[in-house]
């Protein structure tokens, strides 16, 4: 398995503009994941999903982020308008349901200009 | 709300000795906790976990001690070699019913290097 694979890997953008991230979580796993990294919080849970199902998105930070996952196999977290502070690392992960342990991908850096 | 805390930001040990990292959490639900390292420009990869209903699991140099009690838990890694430097992050996890899935929740990492 190729592991749990995000796009695109940087990605600098203009404040104001809408920004993208994808995800592609490891076949059969049924939880995925994402996370921003900050260097005050580490990493922070921004939105869980269960089965495709959103199921915990009180990490999310304001109402222009939203993410969403039409299926088993793919997931996008969106940041419309982008603002510099939305700048830094976001990770995307999967589990499933016999193992706890996450597996990340490699995240895409975000900067915000 | 910062339930995972790991309260040391940094931490410098030399080759050879041991490292110990901390970590406290606040919530009573987490039953499952693990650490992760992290390299510059790569994600997190899995370390070594701990069930709660133990309070210590061992794999090679890496072993993860749990206090239940006093909500803590820590990381040590004996002998420390050079390729350990790395950002270390523990994590836990429960399964909230109200949620009806698995959580895991981060602190906020401690920087670990070895010096030779």
């Known amino acids: 398995d190729a592991g749990v694979i995000q796009s695109p890997r940087h990605e600098v953008t203009e404040m104001g503009q809408e920004v993208t991230l994808r995800c592609k979580p490891i076949s059969g796993h049924n939880s995925l994941f994402w996370y921003r990294q900050t260097m005050m919080r580490g990493l922070e849970l921004l939105i869980y999903f269960n089965n495709n199902v959103p199921i915990d998105d009180s990490g999310m930070p304001e109402d222009r982020f939203s993410a969403k996952m039409p299926n088993a196999s793919f997931s996008t977290l969106k940041i419309q308008p982008s603002e510099p502070r939305d700048s830094a690392v976001y990770f995307c992960?999967?589990?499933?349901?016999?193992?706890?342990?996450?597996?990340f991908g490699q995240g895409t850096r975000l900067t915000v200009v | 709300d910062q339930q995972v805390k790991q309260n040391s930001p940094s931490l410098s040990v030399q080759e050879g000795r041991i490292s110990i990292l901390n970590c406290d959490y606040t919530n009573s639900m987490f039953d499952y906790f693990l650490w992760y390292k992290k390299y510059p420009a790569e994600g997190p990869t899995f370390l070594i976990s701990i069930s709660s209903i133990k309070d210590k699991n061992e794999d090679g140099r890496f072993t993860v001690f749990l206090n239940k009690s006093a909500k803590h838990l820590s990381l040590h890694i004996v002998p420390s070699q050079p390729g350990d430097s790395a950002v270390y992050f523990c994590a836990a996890s429960g399964f909230f019913i109200i949620q009806g899935a698995q959580k895991l929740v981060f602190g906020q990492g401690t920087r670990l290097t070895i010096n030779p």
């Open positions: 992960a999967s589990s499933s349901r016999e193992n706890t342990e996450a597996f």
